[in-house]
Structures are given as C-alpha cells and as structure tokens.
C-alpha cells in the first residue's frame, strides 16, 4: 500500500513556508513564486492541482502542487537549493508518505547511519562505516540490512 500511495505522489511537491492571505489565488502564487525565487515559469496547463493542506499549528500551511509530469516536476526541484540559498523561509520538498517519512527519522537516528534522503520513491541511507547509499523499505529491519551491507 505504502509504495502504491508513493507512486501516486510522484508528480507531486509541497512549498513550506509561504505567508497565508485571504482569498489567495494559489495557483497564481505558486506561479509567481516559482518564477521570482528560482525562475522557473509554469504555464496553466504544466500545473494539475495547487491548493493549501493542514501543518503545524502557528505557522503558515503548505502549499501542495502536482503537475502534469516528472519532467516539470524535476525542472523545479533542480532548484530548491537556489531557495535555500536565498534565505527566504521558503523550502521545496517532495511529497513523501508518512511511513515513509517515518523510515527517513528512523534511519537519521541510527548511529550507522550518516544520512537519510528520499529519491526517486525510494528511501536511501548512506552508511557511516563505507559510505555505501542503501536502499531501505519500511519492512526492513534496519538493524539487519546495515549488518548485510557494512562489509
């Protein structure tokens, strides 16, 4: 169920941390604002859906966009670190499942484990020991995969 829910989220990307107005047209400001921070210009038809989801409470909603392919999706995440670099408050993520994202926290904590990413619909984990990338699914027993992989 897991890989088909991510698999459904492929095309899409969230944007963290863009101020709320009254009756904001969110198409229009994820266009703008694509185009401003790291000039990428989205025509109508390149966007499917760009509506807010729930966060965390006190701070702004995400913005959620699905576009029409990878392609355009790739061609905006190519430059989330131009964001990041510009310190704005603004981040561009994927949209990852929460067993997913619960796998990503997990993998952060394990002292084996140097670093923890999402790509591609995979979860992936560098390990400290030989700085080997492995795959990880949110069946493995992590403990087990590491041993497995760390020689």
Do not use: C
Not at 86 to 110: C, M
Not at 135 to 147: S, V, W
Request: hydrophobic content about 35%.
């Amino acid at each position: 169920g897991n890989h088909n829910e991510q698999y459904s989220r492929k095309h899409n990307f969230k944007i963290m941390g863009v101020n709320e107005k009254d009756k904001e047209n969110t198409w229009k400001l994820v266009q703008d604002l694509l185009k401003s921070t790291i000039n990428v210009g989205l025509d109508d038809r390149e966007i499917v859906a760009a509506h807010r989801i729930p966060g965390i409470k006190g701070k702004p909603r995400p913005i959620i966009v699905k576009v029409a392919n990878t392609n355009i999706k790739a061609r905006v995440m190519r430059k989330r670190s131009v964001i990041k670099q510009k310190g704005s408050g603004l981040k561009l993520v994927d949209d990852v499942t929460r067993p997913n994202t619960e796998l990503i926290t997990a993998l952060l904590k394990h002292s084996e484990i140097s670093s923890a990413w999402y790509f591609n619909g995979s979860v992936f984990g560098k390990l400290t020991s030989n700085e080997k990338r492995v795959k990880f699914d949110i069946l493995d027993d992590i403990d087990r995969k590491i041993k497995g992989h760390s020689k």
